[in-house]
Structure formats: structure tokens, C-alpha cells
């Protein structure tokens, strides 16, 4: 199925229907599990890459942005978080959005199958975090757009990330401005 409007940054907005939705992350779960097979094949990153422009990744924003995050990155999370709901971004923050009474791992299953975008915050101790790994792994292999936000150098090459890195460790203010514009769209 082919739609101009995903292929074509130049047309107006107009919002995806779920079936456009759900056809573009099949087709990068596809394309992901494929480079998994053959990592330097350039065709198939660049056709990854076509499916991640910044229109589809703000309409996959809209429906919610994830923030991974290891528990020693939790100060820079929670100042991402606010920084991005201030610029009018939707964003969902396990210790934020969860409920005190509330199932911590239902909330966090339901937020990743809701949300389109996941901000995987990078740092050397959220490359070996296993919650950080199983939500990038949930998106990965659903298709979702995934974001990475480096907060520290780290080695993160494993998780052979399409969209280029928000480098926040050296200027977090034109990071946060790039993300935010990339998030909303304009």
C-alpha cells in the first residue's frame, strides 16, 4: 500500500489512519528484523530511514512519547519530561504518570503499546539496564519510532538506532530545541 502523504514531507498534515499506522511499523519491524540479518546491507537502512521522516515521527508523537530511562539518569529524565510537556509535548514517564495504587508493570506494558515514540535516553548505565533494553526491544520489534537521547558517551551500537542521536551531553539546550522541534513537527 502506498500513501503519499507518509512518503511526502511536503503535503499538509493530515493524521494517519490507524491501518496507515499500523502498515508503517509492520513495514519497519520488517526492515528491523532484516538488518538483524544482514547489519550493513545500505539498502535496507536507507528504507528504514524513509520510513522515519520527521512528519511521521511527530504523528507518531502525537500519540505519545515514552521515556526510557536507567534510574541514574533519573534527574535528566525528569527535566526532559518537563521540558518537553512545557513545549506542549505528550509525554508518559513511568514515575510520573503511574498512580501510586496503580500496577506499576500493567501501567508500563499499557504506556508502551499507547505511546509512538520511545525517547531512549543513553548513558552508560541505561545500555546495561534491563528495563531500558526491554523497552527499546518492545519497540524495536513492534515497529515504533525510537529516539535516542544521548546524556553521556556511551557505547550504544548494539541497538543499531535509525534516527540520529539528540546529543544532550554537549549542549542540552539546542538538543532539547532540535527534539522538541522534530516531536511537534515543525
Known sequence: MSDSRLEDDTQPYSAPTTTQTRTLEQKRALLRRALQQSPNDP??????????T?????????RGVFIAYARA???????????LRECGVRVWMDAIDIAPQADWRRAVVSALH????????????????NDVVNEWQYFNNAGKV?????????DFSRFRLAVDV???????RSALLQLTRLLKGE
Open 43 to 52: 539498502r535496507l537502512l536507507a528504507t528504514l530511514r524513509e520510513t522515519l
Open 54 to 62: 520527521p512528519s511521521i515521527i511527530a504523528r507518531a508523537a502525537e
Open 73 to 83: 539518569d533519573e534527574i535528566f529524565a525528569f527535566e526532559l519530561d518537563n521540558d
Open 114 to 129: 499507547d505511546c509512538g515514540v520511545l525517547l531512549m535516553v543513553l548513558s552508560p548505565a541505561a545500555v546495561e539496564d
Open 146 to 154: 525510537i529516539v535516542p537521547v544521548l546524556v553521556e558517551a556511551c
Open 166 to 172: 539528540f546529543d544532550f551531553s554537549r549542549d542540552k
